[in-house]
Structures are given as C-alpha cells and as structure tokens.
C-alpha cells in the first residue's frame, strides 16, 4: 500500500484513490481543483495482475477504474475531496455511473490508511443518516491494493480532447 503522506517537490503531499465511474470526467474534474498536485487514470481492487483498458471493460478482473489523486493537504483537506466526490456522481447505485454499467465502474474509496478509512466511514454514515441523497450510499470503503496506471492515452484524456 503505498502511504499515504510523501514528499512531492519539496513539499509535504498526500496520496488518495478514488473511483466514480468512468475515470476520464472524474480526472478532469479532480484536476481543477486548488491543491491537487497531480493526478493519473489506472485500474484498483481487482484480481487480475497487469490489467488493460480491454480486460478491465469486460468486468471479469475485479478492478474499478480509478483516479489516484496526488494533493497538497494545507491548500485541500481528504475530507473536502470526499464532499467533492460524493458530488460528482451517483453513490446510491451500485456498478454503474450513467450509460456506464459494470463493477468497473463502482463508487469507492480505496483509502491509504487508518485515518483515510476513518474519514470515509464517518462522512457516508454522516450523509446516509441526514439523508443528503434520497437512497443509501452504497460506495465500497476499502484498502488500496495495486494500482495499475492506464494506458497513456488515457491520462489526462479530456484535456488531450480538448486541446489544452
């Protein structure tokens, strides 16, 4: 598991990974906000070793496409990405996102440690019991494991679209 605090640059930064259906709008999304270092599309949580895009859209190796999010926590707390994300799509459905439908594309959080576990526990507890979306959060809470970064085409792939 890789820790969740590192150097980055000179300064002190903290590791996330997170899944909310395709990873392509959630990356460019997560990108824009203040204090997220840098960020890179892959596939986590699943049984396969060395995955690809192909294999992981079948839905046979147990991967999510994911974002692993690099972020400076005095400029962006773990707790204001989890409010980000839990915003930026559908929690309450379970593999699927949209027109997308598969476990690739569950709602996770694969926390880093102890303290990243806790916060996401307590925040859908949190959500679930004030009733802020109108069904159950059903995001999996759970340990990272090996993350496989996408293909390079896929890094950063709306920006690349959009010429920026």
């Not at 997170?18 to 824009?32: D, P, T």
């Not at 996770?108 to 159950?136: G, S």
Request: aromatic share 12%; glycine share 8%.
């Amino acid at each position: 598991m890789v820790q969740a605090n590192q150097p980055y640059r000179g300064i002190m930064m903290t590791i996330t990974t997170l899944a909310a259906g395709c990873f392509w709008g959630v990356e460019a999304k997560f990108r824009q906000l203040p204090g997220v270092l840098s960020t890179r599309v892959g596939y986590t949580g699943g049984h396969t070793d060395n995955p690809d895009y192909k294999t992981v859209c079948t839905g046979t190796t147990g991967h999510a496409e994911a974002i692993e999010i690099r972020f400076n926590p005095d400029i962006i707390s773990f707790s204001n990405l989890l409010d980000f994300f839990w915003q930026i799509h559908d929690p309450m459905t379970l593999n699927r996102q949209g027109p997308d439908i598969g476990s690739q594309y569950r709602s996770a959080v694969f926390y880093h440690d102890d303290e990243q576990k806790l916060q996401a526990e307590l925040k859908k507890k949190q959500l679930n019991e004030t009733q802020d979306f109108p069904k159950p959060i059903v995001t999996e809470i759970t340990a990272v494991s090996h993350f496989y970064p996408a293909e390079e085409y896929h890094q950063c792939y709306i920006e690349k679209q959009r010429g920026m």
